[in-house]
């Protein structure tokens, strides 16, 4: 180094600081995908959708036991051993439905989804419509005895079931009151009470004879009106009920609608009359029954059919109006027996006990 010269020692020039990176566009892909996966996840679990699902319910077997207690028991008379069953079938309904659930239930093929609307009118609770499946079930009950009783030839009486409030019966007649005489016709069905005030007019004064226990009375009634019905109201809702001095119980809960009064009927009859309708074997079926022993119209039929195969039911007794759809649905293996009254129940069953031929679908 020469002196006098004036030297400068370089340093190493240092790199400049990479600025920081944020996530990736692939990261960002990924934590979207995530994201929506979580969030359908959460709509399909939690989300509801207006469907309900329909599916084949539980069954019971109308000569047998639920709970410890006879499903049919007939208290005061004779009766005679059964053997076999005669089950009745139920649907389910499934309500308050998620999307992945109503999904899972319909890939099942087990179950159908059907809109809630038709079976929850707008605005109707969800008790409510229990309640009124409640009452079905038990109007049932009522029609399936005096069905049974009527075919067994046991003699029927009229009794006012329901009194409307306010009306020109009211305070006058009271339930379970049995009706003897109206407007001079002597009442012996349901029907005698309305032929008898079929040419009354609001206002009209008609004399009604009834008994309340053991006591009869007659009463002057002056009869009101109701909506544009041109005829006098008396405000009593007659219905027939077996005149007989035994009493038959039906214990069982949890079930609603109409349907089971058909296997009812045919529990009351078997237990009444010596030998087996069913013949001994297992025999399902189901269908709305009137007094009259007249079998209605079901809902659900291709469910029931299944609840009746997995209880070991080769027999399925198919309200007529159902035979359409309970042929396209049947289960390999089962007879269809077409039913529109209690009598063609019973001797349908009785021809299949004696191998013969029964009314099929």
Not at 3 to 14: I, L, R, S
Not at 164 to 182: C, E, F, H, W, Y
Not at 302 to 310: I, L, R, T, Y
Request: proline residues 6%.
């Amino acid at each position: 180094m020469s002196e006098g010269t004036d030297t400068v020692v370089e340093q190493p020039t240092a790199r400049p600081a990479r600025p920081r990176r944020g996530l990736t566009r692939r990261t960002w892909t990924l934590v979207i995908s995530l994201a929506v996966v979580l969030a359908l996840g959460l709509l399909g679990g939690f989300a509801r959708v207006p469907y309900v699902a329909l599916g084949p319910g539980p069954t019971y077997d109308t000569l047998g036991q639920v709970n410890g207690s006879d499903v049919v028991r007939v208290d005061g008379q004779e009766t005679f051993p059964t053997k076999g069953a005669l089950t009745m079938t139920t649907v389910s309904l499934t309500d308050d439905v998620s999307l992945f659930g109503a999904l899972g239930l319909w890939i099942s093929g087990r179950y159908a989804l059907a809109p809630r609307e038709e079976f929850f009118r707008p605005g109707e609770s969800e008790q409510e419509v229990r309640d009124q499946n409640v009452k079905a079930f038990q109007d049932s009950q009522s029609s399936a005895e005096v069905a049974a009783l009527r075919y067994l030839d046991y003699p029927m009486k009229v009794v006012a079931a329901e009194i409307t409030k306010g009306s020109a019966a009211d305070n006058v007649i009271q339930p379970n009151d049995r009706l003897l005489v109206v407007n001079g016709r002597d009442v012996t069905s349901f029907e005698d009470v309305r032929a008898a005030l079929e040419t009354t007019e609001p206002g009209d004064q008609v004399d009604v004879t009834f008994q309340r226990e053991s006591a009869r009375q007659t009463a002057r009634i002056t009869l009101g009106k109701v909506d544009d019905r041109p005829t006098g109201f008396l405000g009593v809702l007659p219905v027939d009920r077996a005149d007989v001095p035994f009493d038959i119980k039906i214990s069982l809960t949890d079930v609603g609608g109409p349907s089971a009064g058909l296997l009812f009927a045919l529990s009351i009859v078997d237990k009444l009359t010596p030998g087996e309708l069913n013949g001994g074997q297992s025999v399902a079926g189901t269908g709305e029954i009137n007094d009259k022993g007249e079998v209605g119209r079901i809902g659900g039929i291709n469910f029931k059919m299944v609840a009746a195969q997995e209880s070991g039911a080769t027999t399925f007794l198919v309200p007529a109006g159902n035979c359409d759809e309970a042929k396209q649905h049947a289960p390999e293996g089962m007879r269809l027996v077409k039913v529109e009254k209690l009598a063609d129940a019973v001797e349908s069953l009785k021809a299949i006990n004696a191998g013969k031929d029964a009314p099929s679908c």
